[in-house]
């Protein structure tokens, strides 16, 4: 029904246990019969298990109830209809449940005991619910004091052991990739071909949620996972004959973390790394992306682009947000700081809300204030309102 494929050479793999090309190196992805799909994108039921017929797992799936989530159209000062996904109603509060689901699955699918990731800080929070819930054991690397408060409270309680390096993300990501070699343990970053199946179902609600494909889909770009995962997603749907157009990819990287945006400026095709990335958007905060030419080819082929937006423009769209009832995380909030800046035009957009605003709720204080405090008597109270 499906198999693993070098990205770079073309060699085809059946071997689930490998996360790079024997031969090459390149990353791999799992490629599908599409015609397998037996799904009607009618907006009923949309769920991620719903596309089951396009998600690569033999056994029954560990689910917390992920995906589904609200598409809600929201009033910003664009010449468009837009959208914003938010992906931070997935249980654990962000889109890697949906990465998470099929990555735990085939973590037991293959007999693994222990699963491990390297993360700013969502990865591991989900990677920790789901490996809970299945029994595995999880194993997380973190930048020290780069993660927000409530990711590493969620990795924390479900049970991960967690362990916080001198070090940012990509030098995390390098020594859990050499640790889960040596010990055996199944690896749960975006290099594993089998959570980009999970996020790909994205592209795949969309469509079921608008009726049809919308002119552009903004993602905030951080390890460059996501966007490749979703545009994969609207491949499939169109080989499969549900939609005739690709959207434009839009990636958004923090101006501080951008070497995809300074890749897709020189009209490169892989990057240069970031050495000291820094922004307020701490779960893009990536200065090695390790699926950059995944990235870059989904954006050059659907004649997207690659944005950069400041922490302060990042700050901002996040308030706008809140003010209309959605609450996101920084990181989250930069898809529509992208849109905001840029000139394109678009009938219909959508903008990818990746984490829950109370992920972070030190940057939330931070930037909103505190609460008035009072004597406890009714006059008090009455001159503040
Ligand atoms: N938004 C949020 C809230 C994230 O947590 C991440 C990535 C991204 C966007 C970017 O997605 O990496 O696929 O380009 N967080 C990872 C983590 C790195 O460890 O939680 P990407």
Redesign the pocket.
């Known amino acids: 029904m499906y198999l693993l494929r070098c990205i770079e050479c073309g060699e085809n793999f059946e071997n689930e246990l490998i996360y790079t090309c024997p031969k090459c190196g390149g990353l791999l992805e799992v490629v599908f019969d599409v015609s397998n799909a037996d799904f009607r994108l009618d907006g009923n039921n949309v769920t991620l298990w719903k596309y089951r017929s396009l998600l690569p797992v033999r056994i029954e799936p560990v689910t917390l109830f992920e995906g589904g989530t609200p598409l809600y159209p929201v009033d910003v000062d664009v010449d468009a209809r837009v959208f914003v996904k938010h992906e931070g109603l997935n249980p654990s509060g ?1 889109f ?1 449940d949906r990465g998470m689901t099929v990555g735990v699955t085939k973590a037991l699918e293959l007999g693994m005991k222990s699963v491990a990731c390297a ?6 929070a989900s990677m920790a619910m789901y490996s809970a819930r299945a029994g595995l054991r999880a194993y997380v690397l973190l930048p020290s004091g780069k993660v927000a408060l409530g990711k590493l409270a969620q990795a924390m309680m479900h049970g991960a052991r967690v362990i916080a390096i001198r070090g940012n ?1 990509d030098v995390a990501l390098k020594l859990v990739r050499e640790i889960s070699e040596r010990k055996g343990l199944y690896l749960l970053n ?1 290099v594993n071909p089998f959570r980009f199946e999970g996020q790909k179902t994205i592209a795949f609600e969309i469509v079921d949620q608008l009726g049809h494909a919308p002119d552009a889909v903004f993602v ?8 490749s995962a979703i545009y994969k997603g609207f491949l499939e749907l169109r080989e499969a004959g549900y939609i005739d157009e690709i959207p434009k990819m839009i990636g958004v990287q923090a101006e501080g973390a951008n070497p995809i945006y300074r890749a897709f400026v020189e009209g490169k095709d892989s990057i240069e790394p970031v050495e000291n990335p820094e922004t307020i958007a701490t ?2 905060r ?1 200065g090695a ?1 390790v699926n950059a030419r995944k990235a870059l080819r989904a954006v050059y082929s659907s004649k997207g682009k690659v944005l950069q937006v400041s922490d302060e423009e990042i700050v901002s769209a996040q308030k706008m947000l809140a003010k209309q009832g959605i609450g996101v ?1 920084p ?2 909030a930069s898809s529509l700081a992208g849109l905001l800046k840029e000139d394109s035009d678009f009938d219909t957009v959508v903008c990818i809300a ?2 829950n605003l109370l992920k972070d709720p030190e940057e939330v204080m931070r930037v909103s204030g505190t609460p008035v405090e009072v004597d406890a008597n009714i006059s008090e109270i009455e001159r503040l309102i």
């Open positions: 962000s890697k993360s700013t800080g969502n990865t591991s993300f975006s905030p770009v951080g390890n460059a996972g996501n966007i779960a893009i990536i992306p995380e990181a989250s990746t984490g």
